[in-house]
C-alpha cells in the first residue's frame, strides 16, 4: 500500500524537485493573503480598492497565460521555473518596502507574474513527466504537498507576520523559495515536456482546436463563473476576519489552516479514486456545490459572534482570545477544503487529459487559467463594492450565488460531453 501514498512519489527526485515548487509557490501566496488583511486594516481600504487587491494580481496572469502556455508546449519548462523563482524573491523585496494600497497593487502585479509562471510550468510539468494510468496521481499528489504548504502558510506565516512583522516574514519566503530554485536545478530534467512543434500550428490553432473538445468547453465555462464567487471568498474572508472581528494574524492562519488541513489530508486519496472510478466530472460538480454551501456559511460569523463563548488559547506566552466569529468562519473554510480536495484532482486531469489530444498540455492549462483569471479581475471588485454600498454578507451571498450558476451549468454541459465520447468511443474501430 506504501506504493499509492503522496509521501511515496518523493523517492523520485523530479517529483520531489517539482514538490518544492509547489510548497515554495503556496506558502507565499497565503501568508501574503494574511499580509492583505493586515495592509487593509493598517492602511484603512474600501472594499472596491481591497478587491484591486485581488483583480490587479489577475489581470498581469491575464494578458500573459495563453503565451506562458505557448512557449512552456515549445520551450525548455525547466528555465521558466527558474525563472518564476526569481521573480517571487523579488515580489518579498517589494512588499518590505510597501507604504500604501498603490504599492501594494502594484507589487501584487507583479507577485501574478511570478505565480502564473511556476503553475502553470509546474502542474504542465507533472502532467508530462508522470506515468498515463497514474496521472491523477501525481496531480492529486502534487495538489496536496501545495496544500501541506499552504497550510504552513497559513500558521507559519500568520504567526510569524504576528510576532516578527513584515520584513522578517518575506525573509522566511525569501529562503524558501530560493531553497526550491536549488532543488529544481539540481534534479529537474532539462527541457522536461515542451512535446509540441512550434512549426506545427500557432497559438490560435491550437487553442481553437482544444476548444472543440465538449468537455474542455464545458471546464472552461465552468471555470469562468465559478472564479467570480471562490476568488472573493479567498480575498475578502482574512479581511472579513480582520476588519470585522479584529481576529489577529495568527488566529486569521488558524481559520485558514482549517480548510488546507483537510486538502492536504484528502487530495492524494481522491486523485486515486478519480484514477479508478472516473466520470471525473462527477467529483467536479460534487465539489462546486459543497463549496457554494461553504461561501453561504461565511455571513453566519456575525450572527455566532456574541453567541459563543469565547476560547482563551496560550501559545508561547501570548494568549489569544477566540470568539464566535472565529469558530463560524473556522468551520466554513474547513468546509471549503473538503470541496477543494473532491474538486482539484479531478479537474486537472480532465483538463490534462484533453489537452494531450493534441500534445498541448501546457495550452490546455493555459485556457484553465484564462477562464479562472476573467472571472478573478472581476469578482474581487464586484463583490467588493457590494460590499462598500449593501453589506459584507451580502458580498458573500453574491459570491455564493456564482458559485451556483457555475455548477448548474457544469452539470447540463459535462454530461453531454461525456455522453458524447461515449459514444464516439464505442463507435471506434476495433472497440
Known sequence: MTRFTSVALLRDREFAALAGTAFARSQAYST????????????????????????????????????????????????????????????????????????????????????????????????????????????????????????????????????????????????????????????????????????????????????????????????????????????????????????????????????????????????????????RHYFVATGAILYGLGTAAIPLAAYAEGRIDPVAVTFHGDTQLLGGAFFALFAAYSLLGVADSIRLPASMSLFVDEGEEYDSVASAMSLRSLAWKVGQVTGPVLVGTTMDFVSTEAGFYLAAGFIVVATTGFVVTARRAHAKRVVAEGASPGD
Open 32 to 279: 501574503i493573503l494574511i499580509a492583505l488583511a493586515l495592509y487593509a486594516d493598517l492602511f484603512g481600504t474600501s472594499g472596491f480598492v481591497e478587491g484591486l487587491f485581488g483583480a490587479m494580481f489577475a489581470v498581469v496572469q491575464l494578458l500573459i497565460v495563453l503565451p506562458l502556455g505557448r512557449n512552456v508546449d515549445t520551450g525548455n519548462a525547466k528555465r521558466y521555473l527558474l525563472v518564476g523563482f526569481l521573480i517571487n524573491v523579488g515580489v518579498f523585496v517589494g512588499f518590505v518596502f510597501a507604504s500604501s494600497p498603490a504599492h501594494v497593487i502594484l507589487i501584487r502585479m507583479v507577485q501574478g507574474l511570478g505565480a502564473s509562471v511556476l503553475w502553470i510550468t509546474g502542474a504542465t510539468i507533472v502532467g508530462e513527466i508522470s506515468p498515463d494510468d497514474e496521472q491523477g496521481r501525481w496531480l492529486g499528489s502534487y495538489n496536496q504537498f501545495a496544500s501541506v504548504s499552504s497550510l504552513a502558510g497559513d500558521l507559519i506565516g500568520g504567526y510569524l507576520l504576528y510576532a516578527y512583522g513584515f520584513t522578517a516574514t518575506y525573509a522566511v519566503l525569501s529562503a524558501i523559495t530560493l531553497g526550491a530554485f536549488v532543488l529544481v536545478f539540481a534534479f529537474l530534467r532539462d527541457n522536461p515536456g515542451g512535446r509540441k512543434d512550434p512549426e506545427e500550428a500557432g497559438g490560435a490553432e491550437t487553442f481553437r482546436s482544444l476548444l472543440g473538445l465538449p468537455m474542455l468547453r464545458a471546464l472552461v465555462g465552468f471555470r469562468f463563473f465559478f472564479s467570480f464567487g471562490k476568488m472573493a471568498v479567498i480575498l475578502f474572508l482574512p479581511i472579513y476576519a480582520r476588519t470585522s472581528f479584529g481576529i489577529s494574524a495568527f488566529a486569521i492562519g488558524w481559520i485558514m489552516a482549517g480548510g488546507k488541513l483537510t486538502k492536504a489530508l484528502s487530495q492524494g486519496f481522491v486523485g486515486n479514486l478519480t484514477d479508478s472510478y472516473g466520470r
